[in-house]
């Protein structure tokens, strides 16, 4: 099956320049994300749910691949790690991931936690906890660029598998506290789905509308929306902006049963009305494109 990104984003670097970022598209739908040391070629992935197009990437760049980050344990996210197991491909990887989740991530050499540090040659990276998706669920920074899994995708956020709707709340609003300039590389293309839902509950706001003509002229030309940044997520992500006097007032109408008193509530509320999949009978003819 076709990937949805036909043509990848070019490479892109850290703040400094030490670190590069090289965009896998793997499936349908899901990033890798290709972290390569500048200065020693020592390259990691972050997720990916196979391994053959992450060691064709590393040989295309000659690169030497070294090591895994993973962020949780869906199989979409450590299948290369379960593909370089049963290969025997596994010694001498460095494979990062979630303490409270380690058995359920093949290959680990270190799990990692709240507060923990990653290194990739010269570059030192920061561990969050970001729970609400799944337990455990880790996300790691370098220096602008943030490694974020399934927590918070482009104008939208993940599932709640695990939950609860607080757990997810407190990590995406601790995220949103970053500053604006960092970049939020996510493990999936959904934007337009989720810009589509975003529009159905906040169609006045005039920073929405400009991301959703760009992102569909983006994605017209099979190009990829990600990264965003946090200052985007910040002025046009749903989930975020539960504060939006709109979005809180189109809540209470689709979802009048629905307590909207703390800011967790109006957040599970959003995510109970996109589940609902009501959005999706709005056409592209209904969205500001032109």
């Not at 979409?76 to 380690?102: C, F, I, M, T, Y």
Request: net charge negative; proline share 5%; with cysteine.
């Amino acid at each position: 099956m076709q990937h949805v990104v036909t043509e990848p984003n070019e490479s892109m670097r850290s703040a400094s320049g030490a670190l590069e970022v090289h965009q896998v598209p793997v499936w349908q739908d899901n990033l890798a994300w290709l972290l390569v040391d500048v200065r020693s070629g020592q390259a990691f992935v972050v997720d990916s749910p196979e391994a053959g197009p992450i060691l064709e990437a590393c040989e295309r760049l000659g690169v030497e691949f070294c090591g895994i980050l993973n962020t949780h344990t869906h199989h979409d996210h450590v299948g290369v790690n379960h593909e370089l197991a049963s290969q025997g491909k596994g010694a001498g990887l460095r494979v990062v991931g979630p303490a409270r989740a380690r058995d359920q991530v093949p290959l680990i050499t270190r799990g990692v936690d709240e507060g923990d540090e990653v290194r990739i040659g010269d570059n030192l990276g920061r561990v969050w906890l970001t729970e609400g998706h799944m337990n455990g669920h880790v996300s790691y920074m370098f220096e602008d660029l943030l490694f974020c899994g399934d927590t918070l995708f482009g104008a939208g956020c993940g599932y709640l598998f695990d939950g609860p709707a607080e757990k997810m709340h407190a990590s995406l609003q601790r995220l949103a506290s970053l500053p604006p300039e960092t970049r939020v590389f996510c493990a999936h293309e959904y934007t337009q789905d989720n810009l589509r839902f975003a529009w159905s509950v906040n169609a006045g706001n005039e920073a929405l509308l400009k991301r959703i003509r760009t992102t569909w002229s983006i994605r017209a030309e099979g190009r990829c929306s990600v990264p965003s940044s946090i200052g985007l997520e910040s002025e046009t992500n749903p989930f975020i902006r539960v504060q939006d006097a709109e979005i809180q007032a189109r809540l209470r109408e689709a979802m009048p049963e629905a307590p909207l008193n703390t800011d967790a509530e109006i957040f599970a509320a959003a995510r109970s009305l996109k589940d609902r999949k009501d959005y999706r009978e709005i056409s592209d003819d209904e969205l500001p494109l032109a």
